[in-house]
């Protein structure tokens, strides 16, 4: 699996960043994307209360990707 960040507004001209890759543990993944998206892990409270997963700081969403996945990216 790899954590990769992408465009949090879904803009065609930013390209995908890489950000670990090789993580063989999915629980952890998930923990790292959550801490990276929103600068702490969350309480169970605060995730049942998250419609969207959106972060609101930041230009760039962090995700957990299986290994084949292809980065995007953009071409001038």
């Known amino acids: 699996m790899k954590?990769?960040?992408v465009d949090n507004y879904n803009r065609e001209n930013v390209?995908?960043?890489?950000?670990?890759?090789?993580?063989?543990?999915?629980?952890?993944?998930?923990?790292?994307v959550e801490v990276?998206?929103?600068g702490r892990l969350l309480t169970?409270?605060?995730?049942?209360k998250?419609?969207?997963k959106i972060n609101l700081i930041s230009d760039t969403y962090y995700k957990l990707e299986?290994?084949?996945?292809k980065l995007y990216?953009?071409?001038y």
């Open 3 to 5: 954590i990769i960040g």
């Open 15 to 32: 390209s995908d960043i890489l950000i670990a890759e090789n993580i063989t543990n999915e629980y952890l993944g998930n923990k790292m």
């Open 36 to 38: 990276l998206n929103y």
């Open 44 to 48: 169970k409270d605060e995730k049942e």
């Open 50 to 52: 998250i419609f969207h």
């Open 66 to 69: 299986t290994n084949n996945y």
């Open 73 to 75: 990216e953009f071409v």
